[in-house]
């Protein structure tokens, strides 16, 4: 029997297989977000009066060892078994009988899955954040330690003007500050309880929505049910748009290491072990992880638009299209995480050419500083342009190694303990110890 089923008749075979998807697979991991959020609503149902003492007294230990089960990964879903939330209640009733049957009261499956997906949304985001602001702490300690050798700057892929290691790992060290925004936007988003909102048009039994928001640690309620049905999929984009924009962060990130690594460019270098060869050349180390970044991010970066697709021309209410942004959004988290960790990781081993101008063909990417030393000797900047051009056209030009750049954000200073106030203002923002301390009671509690 399904939740759903008013009779002992079953449904055809093969629209059950179709429809239940793979659900039964990516379920597993809403497993004990669901134990959380049912241990949530029947506590709040025993105190409005829907469930006795002695109720609440048997289904919590029950969902206890349930919850245990699934965190020592025991727990499946069985053949037959639509979704984790049926899986649940089955469990509960085989051991409790007709007590397990009532924690169903004044909830729909449509409100269940949100709260699972809001809960299990918190964590993944908590895990991404800080394997963020790892990379973060590795890309501020290279932009340090490398702030005073020199490499080229481009514009439109051409030599430009002299840059620095200090500036380029500073650099995706700020982006991933901003990066950071956008996850904490996409946090505050999902750290919303839908749970009471039933299929999306409330209840007639007294739910105190405010209890189960403050059990959980939800931050604030989604007070209209309506809209508490409305968030499913625009959630879900908001939450990746946070991971694409880290994404996007990695990809560029990569695609700089891929080229400054090759024989062309010889900028950096990174052990053997890091690198793979060629079956035929045995001269290659190929920077296949890097690739293989920039290749999952590219992804990751195109996930938003997937979900905005899959969820666009939908009138209010639930559609079962919502199901397939699992199928998306779910592995996204680990494959994020995959590339912060192993990007930090390499960047560990990271070694940086300390030589590089001495080559002959960066000889003009001192121009600018040559222009600016006219200038600061009182010449006007066109006529100082002008010159310097004139000079190279004529091949007199001798460029001036002499770097002096001061000013905020520059070679000289790259205000390295600034950017580092910045990141720390988003992260004091996500106050993940306000989640982390209320669930612990719930599972606690002796209620």
Known sequence: MKLWQKSTSSIDKQIERFTIGQDAVLDLVLASYDVLGTLAHITMLESVGLLTKSDLKQLRPALLRIYKQITKEGFSIDDGVEDVHSQVELLLTQELGDVGKKVHSGRSRNDQVLVDLRLYFREELRQVVLATQKLFERLQELSEQHQDVLLPGYTHTQVAMPSSFGLWFGAYAESLVDDTQLLLAAYRVVNQNPLGSAAGYGSSFPLDRQMTTELLGFD??????????????????????????????????????CWYVSQNFQFIRFPDQLTTGSSIMPHKKNPDVFELIRAKCNQLI?????????????????????????????????????????????????????????????????????????????KAFRDAYREVGEEIASGSYQPSTEISHTHVGSIGNLQTEAIAQKMNQVLAQFKFENAEKSIKRLLASKK
């Open 220 to 257: 604030e309620l989604n007070y209209n049910s309506v809209y508490a049905q409305m968030g499913r999929g625009k959630t879900e984009r908001i939450v990746a748009f946070g991971l694409s924009s880290v994404a996007t962060t990695l990809n560029k990130l990569a695609d700089d290491i």
């Open 302 to 378: 195109s996930l938003p638009n997937q979900i905005a697709l899959v969820t666009t021309n939908m009138i209010s209410g639930y559609h079962r299209d919502w199901q397939v942004l699992k199928e998306g959004l779910f592995p996204a988290f680990g494959q994020l995480k995959d590339c912060l960790d192993i990007l930090e990781f390499a960047l560990q081993h990271i070694s940086v050419n300390e030589d590089i101008l001495n080559d002959e063909k960066y000889r003009y990417l001192f121009t600018v500083e040559r222009v600016n030393e006219k200038v600061l000797a009182g």
